[in-house]
């Protein structure tokens, strides 16, 4: 099946420092990904779509400054977090579409963030 | 606003035992997944469904997608211990979409 990694699996931080998360699809081009983050004991809430070559379309209520996308080619998308505080700390997951199969989409591993 | 709510939250179970999990919606969706996660992993696909009254089955597990598209449940016959987890369902909105929202989950229990 197709796999999707996430770089890296675990990240601390000093509060006020950025954060780059790496989304790759290693075996098929994903024209779409997509970013959630899960809090614990809680669901995925969607934060953004990130399509390739062109803006991120983020979900209400998520800050496009501070949670920046570049889906920058058709395997990898980025997520920033910048000027991290400690209520952003959560896990990090992405999702990338095959083009090719209808309806899935295959969910990286997740990356956990702290930021004390 | 959440959009799929589930139930139960939480259900702690003996092996062995059969139980159904509920994912409800006021909001028609064009397809339906499901969705298991263990902790500190990302959620692993179980099914998509995409026909209103549509009836999947994966071994012991039963899937349905409501007539109305609005909801679904998960059925799971004779629980075992590998089958605890977060069970999340999750709908797409619009067809042509991919956009999925996913579920408020349950977490499943089996008890040896």
């Known amino acids: 099946g197709a796999v999707v990694s996430q770089h890296p699996s675990w990240v601390i931080c000093k509060s006020g420092t950025s954060v780059k998360i790496e989304c790759r699809s290693l075996?098929?081009?994903?024209?779409?990904m997509f970013w959630y983050r899960q809090f614990p004991k809680q669901s995925l809430m969607l934060m953004a779509t990130?399509?390739?070559?062109?803006?991120?379309?983020?979900e209400q209520g998520v800050e496009k400054d501070k949670f920046l996308i570049n889906h920058a080619s058709l395997t990898l998308s980025t997520l920033t977090v910048t000027s991290a505080h400690p209520e952003d700390s959560s896990f990090y997951i992405c999702?990338?579409?095959?083009?090719?199969?209808?309806?899935?989409?295959?969910f990286g591993p997740g990356t956990r963030l702290t930021v004390t | 606003t959440q959009l799929l709510e589930q139930s139960p939250q939480f259900l702690s179970i003996q092996e062995g035992e059969n139980l159904t999990v509920y994912c409800n919606s006021s909001?028609?969706?064009?397809?339906l997944q499901w969705y298991r996660q263990e902790p500190g992993e990302g959620p692993v696909l179980l099914v998509t469904?995409?026909?209103?009254?549509e009836v999947k089955k994966l071994k012991r597990l039963t899937f349905q997608f409501g007539d109305a598209r609005k909801d679904s449940s998960l059925h799971i016959t004779a629980a075992q211990t590998g089958d605890t987890g977060l069970y999340l369902c999750?709908?797409?909105?619009?067809?042509?979409?991919?956009?999925?929202?996913f579920g408020t989950g349950t977490r499943l229990k089996v008890l040896a």
């Open positions: 999702s990338a579409r095959d083009p090719r199969v209808a309806y899935e989409q295959y």
């Open positions: 990130s399509n390739e070559g062109s803006k991120a379309t983020y």
């Open positions: 075996d098929f081009q994903a024209t779409t």
């Open positions: 469904v995409v026909t209103g009254g």
């Open positions: 999750a709908g797409a909105l619009g067809s042509g979409t991919y956009k999925y929202i």
């Open positions: 909001s028609v969706f064009s397809s």
